[in-house]
C-alpha cells in the first residue's frame, strides 16, 4: 500500500490551509458561492440538493484498517453517522457542514488521504481491479501503475482545467474488473510476443448522456512510454476538446467527431515532439512505487481447509462462500467480498460501525488492507480459509454478511434525487424495492449472475448503460419515469444495453423487473446460461411484454 513521502504531506497540508481561508471567506460573505464554486470542486466539494457532499479521493480503491477507521470517526463526528462508498471506489459524506470541511480535511491528512480531484474538470481518481494483487489471472498488479498515474495526474498544471472530467482505470488481469472500456482512458496491462510488459491503451469510453465504449489506440504500448503517450492524448483532448457545451466536451466526442484514425494520428504527431526525458519516469522511481505493493507474507497453507469445510455445513455460510468468495493465488487463502447491498438497504452506504468492523477485520484477516470495488461493495483480500468462519461470524453480526456478490440484489445504485440536485428522479427508492422482490437466497441462486444498476438522472452515475438490466429514471412531465435497457456489460464484452420499450412509472419497475427475470427464467437453455447469454442469444423481443402492467387476478363470484 502507498505511503506518501514528505512531498505528499506538505501538498495536501498546503492545500488545506488554502481551502480554509477560502472557507471562511464565504461563510463571510467575501466570497460569493459562484466564486466558490470552482475552489471547492477543486477539493471534492459538492453542493447537493439538500446540503453540501465531501466525495474522499480513495486511490485504486485500497485503504488500510486505520484509514477506514478514520472514516468511520469523520462520519460520527462531521456527518451522520455513515458513509456512501462510491462507483469510483472514492467515499462521499452527504451532510457536512460547511464550516467543518477544513478540519476533516485535516482528520484525512492525518491518515494520508485527501480529496483532491475527486470533482472538477481533471483526471479524477484511478480505479483498478479490486482483485488486484489477488487473482492468478494477473499478468501485473495494476496499482502500481495507478499510482504513477495519480501522482503524474495530481495537480498538473496543464491538465487542472481540461473541458471536462476525465477517468482513466487500469487492469492487469486476464479478466477486466476495473470496466476499462467505458473509461475516458483505459488500460489493460499486456504482455508482448517478447514477453515484455505494456499497456493495450482504449480512448474515448464513457456512459452519461452519449455512451460509447472505448476505442483501441495502442495495441501495445511499452511500459516506458506510459506518461508521454497519456500527456499525448491528454494534450490532444485539452486542445480541441469542446468547451461551448458541456455535454459534447467529453473526450469519447472529440474521438467520435474526427474518427479514430485520424485521433490516433493527432495523438501520434503530438507523442513524436514531446520531450520524453521530461515526462519518463525513473525506473529506480518506478520500483520504489512498485515496492509498496508487494504482497504479504503468505503462510505456507494446504490449498484446504478442515475449519472452512467444517463450517460449510451450515446452509448459510455455505451460500455466503458460495457467492462472496473470490479465488486466491496463494493456497490456502481467498479474498472476500462484504456486501453493503443488504436487502431493503441504500446500496453502497456503510455505518461508522461496520466501518469500525471492517477495519478490526481486516488488520486481524487481511493483512491489514481493504478494497472499495466499483460495485460499491468492499473487498477483505487476504483471508486464510480457516479464519473465513470467524470472519462471517463477525459479518453476520455486524449486519454486513449477505450473501449476494454479483446476484440480483447486488444491485448499484447512485444516490438520485433523494441527494442530488441534477437527479430527475429517484434511486434508492427502487433500488430498495426490487431487493425486497428477490429477497429468498434459493431464488437468488436459482437466477444466478446478473448485474442491475439503477441511474437517476441521463448522467448515469449508477452505470445503468453496462448493466444487464439497466434503470434510468427521468421527469416525464413532473412525473418519474424509468426507462429499462437490457444487455449492457462492462467487462471483456463490453456492450451498451438497448431500451427495452417505452418509459414506465415508478410504482411499476420492481414488479416489470421481477417479470423480466421471470421470462429469462422460461428461456434459459439450463442454468448455466446467464442473463446477459440469454438477451444475446434470444434478443429483446421476448422481453417486451414484461414492461406492460399486468390485469390483477379477480375472486370468482
Given at each position: 500500500?502507498?505511503?506518501?513521502?514528505?512531498?505528499?504531506?506538505?501538498?495536501?497540508?498546503?492545500?488545506?490551509?488554502?481551502?480554509?481561508?477560502?472557507?471562511?471567506?464565504?461563510?463571510?460573505?467575501?466570497?460569493?458561492?459562484?466564486?466558490?464554486?470552482?475552489?471547492?470542486?477543486?477539493?471534492?466539494?459538492?453542493?447537493?440538493?439538500?446540503?453540501?457532499?465531501?466525495?474522499?479521493?480513495?486511490?485504486?480503491?485500497?485503504?488500510?484498517?486505520?484509514?477506514?477507521?478514520?472514516?468511520?470517526?469523520?462520519?460520527?463526528?462531521?456527518?451522520?453517522?455513515?458513509?456512501?462508498?462510491?462507483?469510483?471506489?472514492?467515499?462521499?459524506?452527504?451532510?457536512?457542514?460547511?464550516?467543518?470541511?477544513?478540519?476533516?480535511?485535516?482528520?484525512?491528512?492525518?491518515?494520508?488521504m485527501q480529496c483532491i480531484q475527486t470533482s472538477g474538470n481533471c483526471i479524477r481518481n484511478v480505479t483498478?481491479?479490486?482483485?488486484?494483487?489477488?487473482?492468478?489471472?494477473?499478468?501485473?498488479?495494476?496499482?502500481?501503475?495507478?499510482?504513477?498515474?495519480?501522482?503524474?495526474?495530481?495537480?498538473?498544471?496543464?491538465?487542472?482545467?481540461?473541458?471536462?472530467?476525465?477517468?482513466?482505470?487500469?487492469?492487469?488481469?486476464?479478466?477486466?474488473?476495473?470496466?476499462?472500456?467505458?473509461?475516458?482512458?483505459?488500460?489493460?496491462?499486456?504482455?508482448?510476443?517478447?514477453?515484455?510488459?505494456?499497456?493495450?491503451?482504449?480512448?474515448?469510453?464513457?456512459?452519461?448522456?452519449?455512451?460509447?465504449?472505448?476505442?483501441?489506440?495502442?495495441?501495445?504500448?511499452?511500459?516506458?512510454?506510459?506518461?508521454?503517450?497519456?500527456?499525448?492524448?491528454?494534450?490532444?483532448?485539452?486542445?480541441?476538446?469542446?468547451?461551448?457545451?458541456?455535454?459534447?466536451?467529453?473526450?469519447?466526442?472529440?474521438?467520435?467527431?474526427?474518427?479514430?484514425?485520424?485521433?490516433?494520428?493527432?495523438?501520434?504527431?503530438?507523442?513524436?515532439?514531446?520531450?520524453?526525458?521530461?515526462?519518463?519516469?525513473?525506473?529506480?522511481?518506478?520500483?520504489?512505487?512498485?515496492?509498496?505493493?508487494?504482497?504479504?507474507?503468505?503462510?505456507?497453507?494446504?490449498?484446504?481447509?478442515?475449519?472452512?469445510?467444517?463450517?460449510?455445513?451450515?446452509?448459510?455460510?455455505?451460500?455466503?462462500?458460495?457467492?462472496?468468495?473470490?479465488?486466491?493465488?496463494?493456497?490456502?487463502?481467498?479474498?472476500?467480498?462484504?456486501?453493503?447491498?443488504?436487502?431493503?438497504?441504500?446500496?453502497?452506504?456503510?455505518?461508522?460501525?461496520?466501518?469500525?468492523?471492517?477495519?478490526?477485520?481486516?488488520?486481524?484477516?487481511?493483512?491489514?488492507?481493504?478494497?472499495?470495488?466499483?460495485?460499491?461493495?468492499?473487498?477483505?483480500?487476504?483471508?486464510?480459509?480457516?479464519?473465513v468462519p470467524e470472519v462471517w461470524a463477525a459479518l453476520v453480526e455486524a449486519g454486513l454478511a449477505t450473501?449476494?456478490?454479483?446476484?440480483?440484489?447486488?444491485?448499484?445504485?447512485?444516490?438520485?434525487?433523494?441527494?442530488?440536485?441534477?437527479?430527475?428522479?429517484?434511486?434508492?427508492?427502487?433500488?430498495?424495492?426490487?431487493?425486497?422482490?428477490?429477497?429468498?437466497?434459493?431464488?437468488?441462486?436459482?437466477?444466478?449472475?446478473?448485474?442491475?444498476?439503477?441511474?437517476?438522472?441521463?448522467?448515469?452515475?449508477?452505470?445503468?448503460?453496462?448493466?444487464?438490466?439497466?434503470?434510468?429514471?427521468?421527469?416525464?412531465?413532473?412525473?418519474?419515469?424509468?426507462?429499462?435497457?437490457?444487455?449492457?456489460?462492462?467487462?471483456?464484452?463490453?456492450?451498451?444495453?438497448?431500451?427495452?420499450?417505452?418509459?414506465?412509472?415508478?410504482?411499476?419497475?420492481?414488479?416489470?423487473?421481477?417479470?423480466?427475470?421471470?421470462?429469462?427464467?422460461?428461456?434459459?437453455?439450463?442454468?448455466?446460461?446467464?442473463?446477459?447469454?440469454?438477451?444475446?442469444?434470444?434478443?429483446?423481443?421476448?422481453?417486451?411484454?414484461?414492461?406492460?402492467?399486468?390485469?390483477?387476478?379477480?375472486?370468482?363470484?
Amino acid at each position: 500500500m502507498y505511503r506518501y513521502d514528505e512531498f505528499d504531506e506538505r501538498l495536501v497540508r498546503e492545500r488545506i490551509a488554502q481551502f480554509r481561508e477560502m472557507v471562511r471567506r464565504r461563510i463571510d460573505g467575501s466570497l460569493t458561492e459562484e466564486e466558490f464554486t470552482l475552489l471547492r470542486q477543486m477539493n471534492g466539494l459538492y453542493l447537493q440538493l439538500h446540503a453540501y457532499m465531501l466525495r474522499v479521493a480513495i486511490p485504486y480503491g485500497t485503504l488500510s484498517g486505520r484509514q477506514m477507521r478514520q472514516l468511520a470517526l469523520i462520519a460520527d463526528r462531521y456527518d451522520r453517522g455513515y458513509g456512501h462508498f462510491t462507483t469510483r471506489q472514492n467515499i462521499q459524506y452527504n451532510w457536512p457542514r460547511l464550516r467543518d470541511v477544513p478540519d476533516m480535511l485535516e482528520l484525512l491528512a492525518d491518515v494520508e488521504m485527501q480529496c483532491i480531484q475527486t470533482s472538477g474538470n481533471c483526471i479524477r481518481n484511478v480505479t483498478a481491479d479490486h482483485f488486484a494483487g489477488v487473482a492468478a489471472d494477473e499478468i501485473e498488479d495494476p496499482r502500481p501503475t495507478a499510482e504513477l498515474i495519480r501522482q503524474w495526474s495530481t495537480l498538473h498544471p496543464e491538465f487542472s482545467f481540461l473541458p471536462r472530467k476525465f477517468k482513466i482505470a487500469v487492469t492487469g488481469s486476464a479478466v477486466d474488473r476495473a470496466a476499462v472500456a467505458v473509461h475516458d482512458i483505459g488500460l489493460r496491462i499486456v504482455a508482448d510476443a517478447k514477453g515484455r510488459i505494456g499497456y493495450r491503451v482504449t480512448v474515448g469510453g464513457g456512459l452519461g448522456r452519449t455512451p460509447m465504449i472505448g476505442k483501441p489506440v495502442r495495441e501495445f504500448l511499452p511500459r516506458e512510454e506510459l506518461l508521454p503517450y497519456l500527456e499525448a492524448i491528454l494534450r490532444v483532448y485539452n486542445l480541441e476538446g469542446r468547451r461551448d457545451n458541456k455535454y459534447k466536451a467529453r473526450v469519447k466526442i472529440l474521438v467520435h467527431e474526427l474518427g479514430t484514425e485520424a485521433f490516433v494520428a493527432r495523438v501520434e504527431e503530438e507523442y513524436a515532439r514531446i520531450d520524453r526525458g521530461a515526462v519518463e519516469v525513473d525506473a529506480a522511481e518506478v520500483a520504489r512505487i512498485a515496492a509498496y505493493f508487494a504482497p504479504p507474507a503468505f503462510e505456507a497453507l494446504p490449498a484446504r481447509s478442515e475449519a472452512f469445510e467444517k463450517a460449510a455445513r451450515d446452509p448459510d455460510f455455505a451460500r455466503f462462500a458460495r457467492t462472496n468468495l473470490f479465488p486466491h493465488k496463494a493456497p490456502g487463502y481467498t479474498a472476500l467480498t462484504v456486501s453493503l447491498k443488504p436487502i431493503g438497504a441504500p446500496p453502497g452506504d456503510a455505518t461508522s460501525d461496520q466501518m469500525r468492523v471492517l477495519a478490526d477485520l481486516a488488520e486481524r484477516f487481511s493483512a491489514d488492507e481493504l478494497r472499495v470495488t466499483h460495485v460499491q461493495n468492499i473487498v477483505l483480500p487476504h483471508v486464510r480459509l480457516d479464519d473465513v468462519p470467524e470472519v462471517w461470524a463477525a459479518l453476520v453480526e455486524a449486519g454486513l454478511a449477505t450473501a449476494n456478490s454479483g446476484l440480483v440484489t447486488d444491485i448499484i445504485s447512485c444516490p438520485g434525487m433523494d441527494y442530488c440536485k441534477l437527479a430527475t428522479a429517484r434511486s434508492i427508492p427502487i433500488a430498495q424495492e426490487i431487493s425486497r422482490r428477490f429477497a429468498d437466497p434459493e431464488r437468488e441462486r436459482a437466477i444466478g449472475p446478473l448485474g442491475i444498476k439503477i441511474s437517476g438522472c441521463i448522467n448515469a452515475c449508477g452505470h445503468h448503460h453496462v448493466g444487464a438490466i439497466g434503470i434510468l429514471g427521468l421527469d416525464k412531465a413532473g412525473v418519474e419515469n424509468y426507462q429499462i435497457t437490457l444487455g449492457g456489460e462492462p467487462g471483456d464484452l463490453a456492450s451498451l444495453g438497448e431500451r427495452l420499450g417505452p418509459g414506465i412509472d415508478a410504482d411499476e419497475v420492481p414488479a416489470a423487473i421481477e417479470r423480466i427475470v421471470d421470462v429469462y427464467l422460461a428461456l434459459r437453455t439450463d442454468e448455466a446460461e446467464t442473463f446477459i447469454d440469454t438477451v444475446r442469444r434470444v434478443g429483446l423481443d421476448p422481453f417486451k411484454p414484461a414492461l406492460q402492467p399486468q390485469e390483477p387476478v379477480r375472486a370468482a363470484a
